[in-house]
């Protein structure tokens, strides 16, 4: 089944009755490229609850949570996996152009990124 792809947002909670708010944070662009692995960071907690997953952060006290585009690409990184590859796996999903897809999962894993999310491997070759 193909679907459209749609910007997709961390967002962040500090207490469980605080209400869901988009990440703003810019990290720097210069760490992260369609070449850099990626992986989840294995300290961060994380649950399906039906298409989204919710991640919780118990050193800082953070929840997080992800929309099911989101979703997907927390299920491409549970291993270590190329940024490339997590886009062509996505292009073959939904129907967004390759500049499009690549612009927005860079984006999605920056903000993952400064957050403490995810975590950049050494390249593969």
Do not use: Y
Request: charged letters at 20%; one cysteine or more; proline letters at 6%.
């Amino acid at each position: 089944m193909v679907t459209s792809m749609h910007r997709t947002d961390v967002t962040t909670a500090t207490t469980p009755a605080t209400t869901l708010a988009a990440v703003s944070a810019s990290p720097d662009p210069g760490s992260l490229g369609l070449d850099s692995v990626i992986r989840r960071n294995p300290d961060i907690l994380a649950t399906k609850i039906g298409a989204e997953v919710m991640m919780l952060d118990v050193s800082a006290g953070t929840c997080f949570g992800l929309n099911p585009v989101g979703t997907r690409i927390w299920d491409g990184i549970e291993t270590a996996t190329r940024v490339r590859d997590l886009c062509e796996d996505l292009l073959a999903r939904f129907r967004v152009t390759p500049e499009v897809c690549q612009a927005e999962v860079l984006t999605l894993l920056r903000r993952m990124q400064a957050k403490g999310l995810v975590l950049i491997d050494a390249p593969q070759d």
